[in-house]
């Protein structure tokens, strides 16, 4: 494997946000981002239909400063390659639509890097409302430790990697689900992850609308099931129907 040497090293940082109907949302997200001290921010867009697309591209998109937007078919894997495609910084960042990096996140991925970590995760906080919901920092704390005992990342933690390691790995596996955990499985057989401590604020929306303990019991079926080579359609399906 061929990995940058430090004359070579830039030490910039492509931030890549794929994107299904956040209309809601996408104002936030992009106000966020600004802040990142990123080079290169690139949203794809999956096919949106409530006007995210339309949005970003009028008010938004200016490649010259480095905003890219990107239309993809969709699928949170394809669109995050889609993404990595056009990405020109030497470390890549994929980032949920619903989650915000914390201040820092770019020095700490750099720093990492300079240390021999190809890749990494940041840990994770759910953004219930103060002083409610304990259970999700429940959850989050374990999030935290399973990551760290595993050294395989969720996608809600942020997961940032050189970007000749990423493509020489082949990407994101080009399937519906687990995306995050096949990614994670390559990856550590190349370095060790850099876990950081710093914390990705990230929506609690799923957990809230289907209910904390029948989310954990799918997310430990969906993720046994695969670690026992089911059919990552069959899962999404499984996913899908239950939400």
């Not at 990705?200 to 929306?205: K, N, Y």
């Not at 209910?211 to 359609?233: E, H, S």
């Amino acid at each position: 494997m061929s990995v940058p040497t430090q004359t070579e090293y830039q030490r910039t940082l492509s931030i890549i946000v794929p994107v299904l109907n956040e209309r809601n949302h996408i104002e936030s997200l992009i106000e966020d981002l600004a802040n990142s001290g990123a080079e290169q921010i690139i949203v794809v867009d999956g096919g949106s239909r409530d006007g995210t697309f339309d949005w970003l591209y009028k008010h938004w998109q200016s490649p010259d400063t480095g905003q890219v937007l990107i239309e993809s078919m969709p699928g949170r894997a394809r669109q995050m390659n889609a993404g990595a495609r056009a990405a020109e910084g030497d470390m890549l960042l994929f980032l949920h639509a619903d989650s915000k990096l914390p201040m820092g996140a770019k020095q700490d991925v750099i720093e990492a890097r300079e240390k021999q970590h190809l890749w990494g995760r940041f840990d994770v906080a759910f953004n219930t409302a103060p002083g409610t919901n304990w259970q999700m920092k429940i959850i989050a704390l374990f999030m935290n430790i399973r990551s760290r005992l595993t050294s395989i990342a969720t996608g809600d933690q942020a997961i940032f990697v050189d970007s000749i390691l990423f493509r020489s790995i082949g990407a994101y596996p080009d399937i519906p689900l687990m995306e995050d955990i096949a990614i994670s499985s390559s990856l550590r057989r190349h370095s060790v992850p850099h876990c950081s401590k710093l914390k990705v604020s990230t929506s609690a929306r799923r957990w809230q609308q289907r209910g904390v303990v029948k989310t954990v019991i799918l997310m430990w079926y969906l993720r046994l099931a695969y670690f026992c080579r089911a059919d990552p359609r069959r899962l999404a399906k499984l996913y899908r129907e239950l939400r």
